[in-house]
Nanobody, 125 residues
């Protein structure tokens, strides 16, 4: 069992930056691949980024390419999402998720085993 708690969301002006954190419980965090997804009001959940268990492989959605970095610190059981040059269309609830197949960086939300409760990012224009 893995419990995930996101933090770092908030209100930011367009062009600003935020760093999201996702803290995981459990000693097996380092064996999981981790992903970030987002869901805007009235829209489907959308893949943002994923990272393999050792950080050796990452996958970033085209919509945030060049503005977003995913990284992890297994010693702290935490995965991060650094988002720069934020746009109003980045407004959404951001969720982190854990995938027990640690080597992959899948974009499919149904392949993740555990989810956090989400943190809101609101980008004003």
């Amino acid at each position: 069992q893995v419990q995930l708690v996101e933090s770092g969301g908030g209100l930011v002006q367009a062009g600003g930056s935020l760093r999201l954190s996702c803290a995981a419980s459990g000693r097996t965090f380092s064996s999981y691949a981790m992903g970030w997804f987002r869901q805007a009001l009235g829209k489907e959940r959308e893949f943002v980024a994923a990272i393999s268990w050792d950080g050796g492989s990452t996958n970033v959605a085209h919509s945030v390419w060049g503005r977003c970095t995913i990284f992890r610190d297994n010693a702290k059981n935490t995965v991060y999402l650094q988002m720069n040059r934020l746009k109003p269309e980045d407004t959404a609830v951001y969720y982190c998720a854990a995938d027990s197949v640690g080597y992959r960086t899948t974009t499919r939300h149904d392949e993740y085993d555990y989810w956090g409760q989400g943190t809101q990012i609101t980008v004003s224009s």
